[in-house]
Nanobody, 124 residues
Framework: QVQLVESGGGSVQAGGSLRLSCVHDGYTSTTYPLGWFRQALGKEREGVATIDSADSTNYADSVTGRFTISRDNAKNTLYLEMNGLKPEDTAMYYC??????????????????WGQGTQVTVSS
């Protein structure tokens, strides 16, 4: 069982920045694939950025060049640095874990463990 707790969400104006954090624990080894996902009101959950067990990253086209995913294994923490935020980035952001695997797909259905989410609101 993996526990994940997100933090760092908030309200910003377009063009601003936020840094999300996700503390994760509960598995023998914490180098499993992790990802950030988001769900806007009335829309399906979508993959934003993922990082696999070898620290290779994957980004949705809509955030490439603006968002950066990283992890600190010593602190069991996943990060999402978000720059150049746009109103369309407004959503609940979730982190998720995929223990027992090596790859980190952007498909949210491939992840078994989820945090409660942190809200990001970007105003124009």
């Amino acid at each position: 069982q993996v526990q994940l707790v997100e933090s760092g969400g908030g309200s910003v104006q377009a063009g601003g920045s936020l840094r999300l954090s996700c503390v994760h624990d509960g598995y023998t080894s914490t180098t499993y694939p992790l990802g950030w996902f988001r769900q806007a009101l009335g829309k399906e959950r979508e993959g934003v950025a993922t990082i696999d067990s070898a620290d290779s990253t994957n980004y949705a086209d809509s955030v490439t060049g603006r968002f950066t995913i990283s992890r600190d294994n010593a602190k069991n923490t996943l990060y999402l640095e978000m720059n150049g935020l746009k109103p369309e980035d407004t959503a609940m952001y979730y982190c998720a874990a995929r223990p027992g695997f090596l790859s980190a797909p952007l498909d949210p259905s491939r992840y078994a463990y989820w945090g409660q989410g942190t809200q990001v609101t970007v105003s124009s």
